[in-house]
């Protein structure tokens, strides 16, 4: 599935990176805009701010920036859950696509107690195909400056070249501060405390909300210990709210506001039992608010089908920056936006040890689930997820026969081989439609949507983990990115020109001329000037390869 080409300018440190470079419909006099943008993320949240509706929390910062900007209606994760969710995020590409599609492949410090014996002790990283790059690079080589905050998260490590910066929240700090004046910068500034561990820990935890002011979904049983859960939930949500205004407050304080385009989102939706992890809307529809100043219309509620796997490509249009073709995500914001969705779509593979196979697609009424391990209970065990009090008092219940309607559905030993929903009628996704008469001619239009997109996306669900692995990693041992060469001319005034190249199919390239650990990675993205003497210290890295040794010239 690829983008259509667009007019347009680029960069020659983006042609560098390998973007193709279409006939510019801009003067060489006119300057590029190139503005600020944040992005805002909370962890493990559905749409549940009161400005969507919801009565039963408070949140009047973000009320706030959705008078001052959109609200999306329809925005949606590709995944229920984050690994997956973050790869596609970053790269603009289906996790399906890329390999990513298993929650989740890397570790690094060392084996999972939730990952499977068939694969390496330590995980592994992904490999996408050459051509795919951290969006964030073609920022980098138009002048941004990158930072990221507590989360990358991606099935990979982060390349030395996605970021300037990423961050621990304990440094403090406004985190676009360290870059030079009138740099343009994009910074993700991540929210954990409304993770699903964050509402079961500490054990025991009671939320002082009135308890039956909650409206609870009808898949869930009405005990006081569900209540609990989920009102510690919505307490998240409001103490993350004060967080969020705390950082668009930076913004004032330095002046950006006006020149800065604000996202805030939620990474999937919320961390409780069929929501997370699930392809339901509980699990993939998100909040999404974006505040730009002089062209997004204060107040706006826009309708329009919005997937993450559009976040890069969207942001790359708003900077002026040409969007690859062989990207997934279609620009909904920017010179270059497309024309709105039909359709957005998700999957979902292995959980931790559990495996199973799922896609989705949705327009903006229908939902469409093809189950393609229909023998597998929806009620797999899965550690993580049984940590929390909800899932283990569903559990009890079942085995005591006393779940009841909608609340026994997730507890069936097997699954349909395809689910269709009604969203309007049917918000909640309790009443299957695919045997309904009625809506057949849906079914059978969905379902080909559903069949066209896996074979335009080269979906890999089908491969098993361990063949998909082999073909990442052959052998199971990962490959090793070649030592980049450096290329030197004299240039003017006793300066160096330099070259760098690297032999590694899809490798990008960091340089630095400072010295010691705390070094500030460049990208590699055009012939460089460098004076001397000072020593050029060199690194190449592609995504899911182990990095180059370095390389040090003395200029």
Not at 277 to 290: A, F, N
Not at 437 to 447: D, N, S, T, V, Y
Request: net charge negative; aromatic share 10%.
């Amino acid at each position: 599935m690829k983008r259509r080409e667009f007019i347009g300018t680029m960069g020659a440190g983006a042609a560098a990176l390998g973007m193709s470079c279409a006939q510019s419909s801009v003067t060489e006099t006119e300057p590029k805009k190139h503005p600020n943008i944040l992005w805002i993320t909370a962890e493990d949240i559905s749409p549940d701010l009161s400005c969507y509706g919801l009565p039963e929390v408070s949140t009047p910062n973000l009320d706030r920036l959705a008078t001052q900007g959109a609200l999306y209606s329809r925005a949606f994760a590709h995944a229920g859950v984050c690994a997956p969710a973050r790869s596609g995020l970053i790269t603009s590409m289906y996790p399906s696509s890329i390999g990513s599609n298993n929650m989740r492949t890397a570790n690094g410090s060392g084996k999972f107690d939730f990952y499977p014996d068939t694969l390496p002790r330590f995980g592994y990283e992904v490999v996408p195909p050459p051509e795919v790059k951290c969006f964030t690079e073609y920022l980098r080589a138009e002048g941004y400056y990158c930072t990221n905050r507590t989360k990358t998260d991606y099935q990979f490590q982060p390349p030395i070249t996605a970021w300037d910066r990423i961050i621990l929240f304990k440094e403090g700090g406004a985190d676009w501060r360290g870059r030079e004046e009138e740099q343009p910068f994009f910074s993700v500034i991540n929210f954990t405390n409304t993770h699903e561990s964050q509402i079961r820990v500490p054990a025991g935890k009671k939320s002082n909300r009135d308890l039956d002011s909650i409206t609870l979904p009808p898949y869930y049983p009405d005990t006081p210990l569900v209540r609990n859960d989920y009102a510690c939930y919505l307490d998240n949500i409001e103490a993350m709210d004060k967080m969020a205004q705390e950082l668009l407050d930076w913004l004032e304080e330095d002046g950006l506001a006006d020149d800065t385009v604000v996202f805030f989102y939620g990474d999937h939706g919320r961390g409780l039992p069929r929501a997370k992890r699930w392809l339901y809307d509980s699990g993939t529809l998100v909040p999404l608010i974006i505040r730009w100043p002089g062209e997004i219309e204060p107040g706006t509620v826009n309708e329009e089908l919005v997937s993450f796997i559009d976040f890069g490509a969207t942001v790359l249009s708003i900077a002026g920056v040409e969007v690859p073709e062989y990207m997934h995500g279609r620009p909904f914001l920017g010179e270059q936006k497309d024309p709105p969705r039909e359709y957005v779509f998700g999957a979902r593979d292995r959980m931790d040890t559990a495996y199973d196979n799922i896609r989705m697609v949705r327009d903006k009424r229908y939902k469409y689930i093809r189950n393609y391990m229909p023998e597998k209970t929806y009620a797999q065990e899965i550690a993580y997820m049984d940590m929390m009090p909800t899932m283990r008092e569903m559990r009890r219940l079942n085995a005591e026969g006393k779940l009841k309607g909608p609340e026994k559905l997730f507890f069936r030993e097997t699954k349909p081989l395809e689910e269709l929903y009604d969203t309007v009628e049917d918000p909640h996704e309790i009443n299957n439609l695919a045997d309904s008469a009625e809506h057949r001619e849906i079914l059978e239009r969905m379902r080909k949507v559903h069949e066209d997109w896996m074979i335009e996306t080269d979906d890999k669900g089908h491969i098993s983990e361990p063949d998909l692995l082999e073909s990442m990693w052959p052998g199971f041992v990962q490959p090793v990115t070649a030592e980049p060469t450096v290329i030197s001319s004299a240039g003017p005034n006793n300066t160096m020109n330099i070259k760098l190249k690297c032999t590694t199919e899809g490798a990008s390239i960091a340089f630095t001329t400072d010295v010691g650990n705390g070094a500030h990675w460049k990208l590699y993205s055009k012939e460089l000037n460098l004076p001397g003497p000072s020593t050029l210290r060199v690194r190449a890295i592609r995504i899911g390869f182990k990095e180059s040794p370095e390389v040090t010239y003395t200029l």
